[in-house]
Every structure is written in C-alpha cells, then in structure tokens.
C-alpha cells in the first residue's frame, strides 16, 4: 500500500511581475527549494523551512509564503500533528527529531502573571533620575559577615567569601555548543557578553581556542559525555557547570548528528570526525547527591577553588527536592531549564511531552530552598522559553537569581526559529558547520545585534523595578507580592504562592 504524499506545510510563490530572476533565491536555499526550469526561477514548496532566507535576501519582494495552503480535514483527536506524525514513522521506523523548544498550543504561565506598579502612598522610582542596582553576584552567600577592628582601629572583614560571578545585568546567556552551532555564532555570543558585562555558556563540547580571548566571560560545561573535558578546559572557564538534564529532553542525554561533526568540532570535542555525539542518559559516576558532591568537590579541587560550580537541572516534578539537595552538595548554583527550553536536537516526543514550565519550577525550588534554610547556600538561574524583559523581571520575582536566554539570542542573529537545527543546513550560519553557510554570519556585527538585545532588555528591567517602587535586583527576586495571577487556576496560584488579580 503506497501513502502517498501528504500536503505541504508550505506553498512558496514568485510575483512574476517583480522578480528579475536573478538567482539569489536559489543561491541562499540551502534546501532546495528552488531551482531554475529553462531561464525561469520555479519554486519546490515541498522542501521549504520557512526560514524566510530568500524572502530576506530577495531585491524586489517576489516571494511570497503561505503556511498550510492545503490542509487535513479538521478532527479534535486526530490533529495534523499526530498524522503527520504517524505517516513519518510509517515510513522509516525511526525516532523523530526536532528541533528548539516545545511547540505544543500550551497557554503560557508567564503572560498571565501581571506586575505591579507603584502610586501614591507608595510613589515609583524614575530610573531616568535614580540609581537602579542590577549588578548581580551569582554564588554561595554567608548568612552572617563576621568582622574584627585591628590595632590601628580598622575593621576587617573575617568571614571567608567564596567566589561569586559578577554580573552588570542578571541576564547571561546559556549553553549552546560548538557543534550544535557554528564557531562564528559562538564568537558573536561570546563578544556581545564581553561588551555587557555578562557570561555566557560553552555548551558540552569544549572550547575552541578561537574563544581564548573571552574566557573570563565563559562558563564551562561537564556533561555526562564529557566532551572536550580536561584541566585546560576547566582552567579556562569563570565558573564551571555540571549539566544532570536539560529542559528540552529531561532524562536522556544530549545528541550532536554526525553531519555537523566537522573536523574542527572532532577535534574541539575529542571524537571521530562524523561520528553522532551522543551523551549517556545519566553521568555514569553520579546516582546520588553524595556522588555528584563528589564531583563538585573534584572540580573544585583542580581549579584550586577558584570558580564556582553550578548544576544544571530539567525542570520536572520534583525538581524542588532535586535543588535542595544541589544546595548540600557543595555546589554554588543551580540551573533549572523549562520545558520550553531550546535545543538544536531532540526526539519530537521528548521536546513536547516531557517536563514542567519554568515558572512553576523555579517558584518550587526557591520556596523549597527558603523553607530548608539553604536559600543563600546557592543561587539559582532560570532558563527555557525566556522571551522578553517582562519574562526575566517574572521569573526573578517568582525566586531566581538570574536568567538564561538561548533562542532570544540566536533571532537576534537572525534565526526565524524553524526548528530544523538538528539538519546542519541553517541558512543563517547559526545552527550549521557547512563552511559557505557559516561565512554568511558575520560574528561583528552579530556581537552588536546581541549586546543591543541584552542592553535593551536590561533598560526595561530597570524601568519595571522602579515602577514597582524597586531599585535593587536584589529587593526584586522573590518578591511575589509585585506578581498577581489572571486566568490561573487555584492549584497553579498556590504552587507560584501569588495572590489573583484584584486581591
């Protein structure tokens, strides 16, 4: 039985009236979407992305793009997804892969979380006129300072700090590898971090030495591949951090196809040229909170306890208990990543079916650390699906220290977010390792494009805190009392512990 073709998602069309064939469509497609048919450029809707590379690179606005022209007769069971699904896996028994973060039609916690503002009795502050403090220290925190005064009358500081991450803006930016995007978006990244007084994340799969320059703004990464991994590396790094799980696949590793294993991701990485990387499910020297206390003392012991070390985990249901014990474990942050976290390559089933928000997450974990006493023995970091100033002023009142943006930071490069990552063919030189893509992402002007995002987005955070009569980002994280639910059922106020809108 033959299953013959299914409709396309999208039908690409050519104004004849305005295109003057010149070829660039065809030049910038790296899918083969069009092709010339005697001395006319004709379009093969079937294999489009949307990722709007030839309308962005075509001079005379000729092509135009409709999602699903034709479509399945509508069923509330059986959506096109699910069909389209099955006829896939009909067809080649095999796992099907996705790219970036849950796509599911779920309503969004975040957009019906609303700020408070100031009036009145209880006036704002204009960040124009007033000092606002945004500088945040990522790390362990003394409950108390202890002090002596010495002979001369001075008073000195007792109490032993342990390193911190200062950072200008509680907005860094999270781990995307070399491998699952190309040096050249790394660099961009790397250089829009410098310029913000921010950091960024390596990703697991190491470092390449074109980074050198910027690695007092890198945090590296322990994965349970340990790609990359050796004393250099870790000497390398401002912080280092050891990724248990990730918001867009929790409870399986992570997953580099072998087409983008070129052979400087082999070497950088320390694998054969092609070959998949595939992480192990769990660290195979970690199943207890004693053993990955072991590996955070470990880490900590060859760095000479130089840099702190953060834990990164999935946000899943009993992600708070999970926190509370990486705040025993010597660690000096802990990640949590939202099921709406991006990644360049994951099983369809795991990226949409697998995991919890991060606003219910983290507003769990920071409760759960508050009520155990160990709140300021770990910072924690927020990330997945962090889209806007709004989102980061939230989730640092729901209890985060700071956040992680991914996908907010690739669109600022360019990415129209079509979630074929994992195919090593990004027209925007982002997600690829084909060296004619990667040249078309220039990491200058990138880098600015980048900065600009963060800036931007920090302004409107300094404008949101005043409003709400707030003028550090200290006074900020927890502070529920600025947040009201709309729309949120009872159970999801009482796991965020903020009040409905009009109470």
Same mark, same amino acid.
């Given at each position: 039985?033959?299953?013959?073709?299914?409709?396309?998602?999208?039908?690409?069309?050519?104004?004849?009236? =305005? %295109?003057? &064939?010149?070829? =660039? %469509?065809? &030049?910038?497609?790296p899918y083969g979407t069009f092709r010339w048919e005697g001395d006319k450029i004709t379009a093969v809707s079937r294999n489009c992305t949307a990722c709007h590379r030839c309308i962005a690179m075509c001079p005379r606005d000729a092509i135009g793009l409709e999602e699903r022209p034709v479509d399945y007769r509508s069923h509330p069971v059986w959506t096109v997804e699910a069909r389209e699904a099955i006829f896939n896996q009909a067809r080649t028994g095999r796992v099907i892969l996705a790219g970036m973060g849950n796509a599911q039609p779920l309503p969004s916690i975040f957009d019906r979380l609303l700020l408070d503002a100031c009036q009145v009795t209880n006036p704002s502050i204009d960040p124009l006129r007033e000092p606002m403090e945004l500088r945040t220290y990522i790390g362990k925190k003394p409950k108390r300072l202890e002090f002596s005064r010495t002979g001369a009358g001075d008073v000195e500081l007792e109490t032993k700090l342990t390193p911190n991450l200062m950072l200008e803006t509680p907005i860094m930016i999270g781990h995307m590898s070399y491998g699952a995007i190309s040096l050249n978006a790394q660099l961009a990244l790397a250089r829009a971090v410098h310029k913000t007084g921010t950091f960024m994340g390596t990703g697991e799969g190491g470092m390449h030495p074109n980074l050198y320059p910027y690695q007092d703004r890198l945090i590296v990464?322990?994965?349970?591949?340990r790609f990359g991994v050796g004393i250099d590396y870790l000497e390398r790094g401002a912080a280092i951090e050891i990724k248990i799980g990730q918001g867009a696949k929790p409870g399986i590793g992570?997953?580099?196809?072998g087409e983008k294993v070129c052979a400087d991701v082999s070497c950088t990485r320390m694998i054969p040229l092609?070959?998949?990387?595939?992480?192990?499910?769990?660290h195979h020297d970690?199943?207890?909170?004693e053993d990955l206390a072991q590996l955070v003392r470990s880490l900590k012991e060859a760095t000479e306890w130089k840099k702190p070390v953060?834990?990164?985990?999935?946000a899943v249901h009993n992600a708070a208990a999970i926190a509370a014990g990486i705040a025993r474990s010597g660690a000096d942050a802990v990640v949590v990543d939202g099921f709406r976290g991006g990644t360049g390559a994951a099983p369809k089933v795991f990226r949409d079916h697998v995991g919890i928000p991060?606003?219910?997450?983290?507003?769990?974990v920071d409760a759960k650390l508050r009520d155990q006493g160990v709140r300021n023995e770990i910072s924690v970091i927020a990330s997945g699906g962090i889209r806007n100033s709004a989102d980061v002023t939230k989730a640092i009142a729901l209890g985060a220290d700071a956040i992680y943006i991914g996908t907010a930071a690739l669109v600022a490069m360019g990415c129209r977010v079509c979630g074929n990552c994992y195919r090593g063919l990004c027209p925007w030189g982002i997600a690829t390792q084909r060296p004619d893509l990667v040249a078309r992402l220039d990491p200058e002007k990138e880098a600015v494009h980048v900065a600009n995002l963060i800036e931007a987005w920090t302004l409107e955070v300094s404008e949101l805190m005043g409003a709400a009569g707030i003028n550090a980002i200290e006074s900020l994280r927890g502070n529920r009392d600025r947040l009201r639910g709309y729309m949120l059922d009872e159970g999801m106020l009482e796991v965020l512990d903020v009040l409905p809108a009009g109470a």
């Open positions: 039985m033959v299953l013959g073709s299914v409709p396309v998602k999208y039908r690409v069309t050519i104004d004849r009236d =305005r %295109c003057m &064939e010149c070829g =660039r %469509c065809i &030049e910038n497609c990464q322990v994965a349970s591949g992570g997953h580099l196809p092609g070959s998949d990387a595939i992480s192990p499910a769990p970690i199943y207890s909170i953060f834990v990164k985990i999935a991060i606003e219910a997450a983290v507003s769990a």
